[in-house]
């Protein structure tokens, strides 16, 4: 008779074992769950605070092109609801190839880029007469911009 008792006793020690290391584990693994998630929601918070578009007009290539010295210039607006920085996260594409950012300026003369501000970016290109396309992409947003030189 006692030893079925220490059978069970050593059954429920083991039993409580098993189960406290299950419970942290499991504990662990939805703390680890949870942070990304809420990183993974902040990260889609600001992409769909963020919004650009490419307000140069392409029936004025000469706003666009400089021939002289070889830049495209593109003026975007921040369309979004957040302040954009400027000094990170933007690309741009011209013809399909990415093409570094030679200069961003905010036109206002502001000191942040933020809804409802333009900034004037500028890039080295060499162009060809004909058509081309332009990307801009800022913080996982895009605008595109068909124009003529």
């Known amino acids: 008779m006692s030893s079925d008792g220490i059978t069970q006793l050593v059954l429920f020690i083991a ?9 942290t584990t499991l504990t662990t ?15 889609i918070v600001e992409g769909i605070d963020t919004d650009v578009e490419i307000i140069s007009d392409p029936g004025s290539p000469d706003s666009i092109y400089d021939s002289t010295n070889q830049e495209v210039t593109l003026l975007v607006k921040n369309t979004g609801e957040r302040t954009l920085s400027t000094d990170r996260g933007i690309d741009v594409l011209v013809d399909g190839q990415f093409v570094a950012v030679s200069n961003v300026e905010i036109v206002s003369g ?22 081309h396309r332009a990307v801009v992409r800022v913080d996982g947003d895009s605008a595109e911009l068909l124009f003529y030189i």
């Open 110 to 131: 502001a000191s942040a880029w933020r809804p409802g501000q333009t900034v004037s970016i500028t890039v080295s290109k060499s162009l060809a007469a004909g058509e």
């Open 29 to 43: 693994n939805v703390s680890d769950i949870s942070s990304s998630l809420d990183t993974r929601g902040d990260s």
């Open 15 to 23: 039993a409580l074992t098993v189960a406290a290391g299950v419970a």
